[in-house]
């Protein structure tokens, strides 16, 4: 019984080119997917370490959590920041949480209403 099931597929008519077709359409949808999601994303995130790296004392940036600050000071060995939000208010912000500079209109997102 198996020996005549692999009989019939070893005759069974072959396509040509049968394996890489039928991987076309994965391939087809993974290159689709990489410039729609991924190149995309990972130029954005290229910028955005960029913008980190840039960072000076005295510049306004926008924080992930919609705090808008002057950069008074730096800790490297933590990876904090320390803006100042108002006269004698100091805060301690994560490095990686600063989404922007201030003046940038790519960092600001003003809501539509």
Do not use: W
């Not at 290159?31 to 370490?49: C, G, S």
């Amino acid at each position: 019984m198996i020996l005549s099931m692999i009989d019939l597929l070893q005759t069974a008519p072959r396509q040509p080119g049968g394996g890489l077709i039928q991987f076309l359409p994965m391939l087809f949808i993974f290159v689709i997917f990489y410039f729609l999601l991924i190149a995309p994303m990972r130029k954005k995130q290229k910028r955005q370490q960029e913008l980190l790296g840039q960072l000076k004392k005295g510049d306004e940036v926008v924080t992930g959590g919609g705090l808008f600050g002057r950069i008074a000071a730096f800790d490297e060995t933590r990876g904090v920041v320390i803006l100042q939000v108002a006269d004698n208010v100091k805060i301690k912000v994560l490095r990686t949480s600063i989404v922007g500079l201030a003046g940038e209109s790519e960092a600001v997102v003003t809501p539509t209403s």
